[in-house]
Antibody, heavy 120, light 107 residues
């Protein structure tokens, strides 16, 4: 069974940084693209970033490019989202998702999600 | 970015009903369309990809159709566990984009 467990969320001040982690199990981690999707009551669901199997390719939505970095550690079956220069509009539930082997930006499996709140 | 528009925004239905909802893309996405179900307080769950391919383990009461710009999700014989919000998503063009959701409520 595919399992994805996010950690690292919480309250951070505007301009601050936070690092989300996602521990994956139940599948061959290094065979799949991985990604992050976020959800807010106002904007709904928004795809944030994706990373290729070996980590060499990363894709970002324009609103986070240059501030967020997605990375992975295949030895630890983990994917990360480093977030800098956080803004109030980054407040959301962040979901770790497993994408496809060749199909990207499509979430086949979702974690439970973790809340990030950017506020002073 | 491709805009995804879902209709209706909400609907009321009873157990046993057949329910249909629509999703329209602002440009041709061939069949790169997925549907997700989200129950209150839970993460979304993948139902359908490639417009009409049921994900493993998903009930055959769910079906998807369409291509190009217009797509439909149908739920036959609505069950209590089917109430929630349904989202479509295009993954043809970067960035992937989601519709705003159709909420299925108890009548």
């Amino acid at each position: 069974e595919v399992q994805l467990e996010e950690s690292g969320g919480g309250l951070v001040q505007p301009g601050g940084s936070l690092r989300l982690s996602c521990a994956a199990s139940g599948f061959s981690f290094n065979n799949y693209w991985m990604g992050w999707v976020r959800q807010t009551p106002g904007k709904g669901l928004e795809w944030v970033a994706s990373i290729s199997q070996d980590g060499t390719d990363q894709l970002y939505v324009d609103s986070v490019r240059g501030r967020f970095t997605i990375s992975r550690d295949n030895a630890r079956n983990s994917v990360y989202l480093q977030m800098h220069s956080l803004r109030a509009e980054d407040t959301a539930v962040y979901y770790c998702v497993r994408e496809g082997r060749a199909t990207i930006m499509l979430a086949y499996h979702w974690g439970r999600g973790i809340l990030v709140t950017v506020a002073s | 970015d491709i805009q995804m528009t879902q209709s209706p925004s909400s609907l009321s239905a009873s157990v046993g009903d057949r329910v249909t909802m629509a999703c329209r893309a602002s440009q041709n996405i061939t069949n790169y369309l997925a549907w997700f179900q989200q129950r209150p307080g839970k993460a979304p769950k993948s139902l359908i990809l490639a417009a009409s391919t049921l994900q493993s383990g998903v009930s055959s009461r769910f079906s998807g159709s369409g291509s190009g710009t217009d797509f439909t999700l149908t739920i036959s014989n609505l069950q209590p566990e089917d109430f929630g919000t349904y989202y479509c998503q295009q993954y043809d063009n970067y960035p992937a984009t989601f519709g705003q959701g159709t909420r299925v409520e108890v009548k």
